[in-house]
């Protein structure tokens, strides 16, 4: 089944940064991440992003605050956040940099839109945590 993005726009509340996604089918990546160097960016243990096409997203409004850092395998992971109250808002890796980004899906108008598809560093999900039925489970990125 794909999914559909209608226009929406993404912001935090309240926010100076407005971005529009594109009515696109997203890429086939939305998954829950659970890795340590996520839990400053999304505030807790675990974030659900989704991979849509880097065209498919047009900043209207404001101007995002970027951090760089190494993602802890040594490749440099690009963080956007709004520059008035902090959302985290989207994240992308040099490897992907020209073609994809990955949205938080929370700050979408409809976070109903785009369900996960799968679930990555499923070996360090805490003991109270469930595992997501119907999608895919990985205990690394790459296994």
């Known amino acids: 089944m794909k999914y559909r993005l209608t226009p929406r726009t993404m912001h935090g509340p309240p926010s100076a940064i407005v971005r529009t996604v594109k009515s696109v089918s997203p890429l086939p990546s939305r998954v829950l991440r659970k890795l340590t160097e996520n839990q400053k960016a999304f505030g807790t243990n675990y974030g659900l992003t989704a991979k849509i096409p880097k065209d498919a997203l047009r900043l209207t409004a404001g101007k995002p ?3 760089v850092g190494d993602n802890g395998s040594g490749s440099l992971l690009h963080r956007e956040f ?5 959302s985290f808002i989207l994240e992308y890796g ?4 020209d073609q ?5 899906v929370g700050t979408l108008d409809d976070p109903e839109a785009l369900p996960p598809k799968g679930e990555f560093f ?4 805490a003991s109270w945590m469930p595992e997501i039925p119907n ?5 690394k990125i790459k296994e």
């Open 135 to 139: 999608v895919f489970h990985k205990q």
């Open 94 to 97: 040099d490897a992907v940099k």
């Open 100 to 104: 994809a980004r990955y949205i938080c």
């Open 122 to 125: 499923c070996s360090s999900r």
């Open 82 to 86: 709004c520059d008035n109250c902090g």
């Open 65 to 67: 605050k970027e951090h």
